[in-house]
């Protein structure tokens, strides 16, 4: 994804000011490609409490805590259907592809799938303490 403004550089604006009136910093960070989310998770370490990716709609199994103690998963997961294209209707994402010709989305609706995080997050300093997957629904049928 192109960049708007530079994420890197805008937290380095952000950070100082919401560290004035607290210590736990949440960043979701919306991105494309697992480089930039990992590379931005590590820039970061120490700054920030949590650095969460979006985006791909998969969950990813990579939550860990760096040095620094920040929280980080490459990717949250998805809210929705599991039994879809990241939350569209299967056929019509195929239709899509087969025909290179638009189609208007359709939110899925069955098998639904919740995913997340759960942080723990020291109150004083700010620094992630754990961060465990969370997946509700995934149970098979």
């Not at 949250?76 to 294209?85: I, P």
């Not at 939110?107 to 997946?135: F, P």
């Amino acid at each position: 994804m192109n960049n708007l403004e530079c994420p890197f550089r805008t937290a380095d604006t952000l950070i100082p000011q919401l560290a004035k009136t607290t210590p736990i910093i949440l960043v979701d960070f919306h991105a494309e490609a697992t480089s930039e989310k990992i590379a931005l998770a590590h820039y970061l370490d120490g700054r920030v409490s949590a650095v969460i990716g979006t985006h791909t709609h998969v969950q990813t199994a990579d939550e860990r805590i760096f040095s620094g103690g920040t929280a980080y998963i490459t990717d949250a997961g998805m809210t929705g259907s599991r039994d879809s294209v990241i939350g569209v209707r299967k056929e019509i994402i195929i239709e899509r592809f087969l025909h290179q010709l638009p189609v208007r989305f359709e939110v899925a609706k069955n098998d639904q799938v919740l995913n997340g995080v759960l942080l723990e997050i020291d109150e004083e300093n700010g620094r992630g303490k754990s961060i465990d997957r969370v997946a509700v629904g995934l149970e098979e049928k």
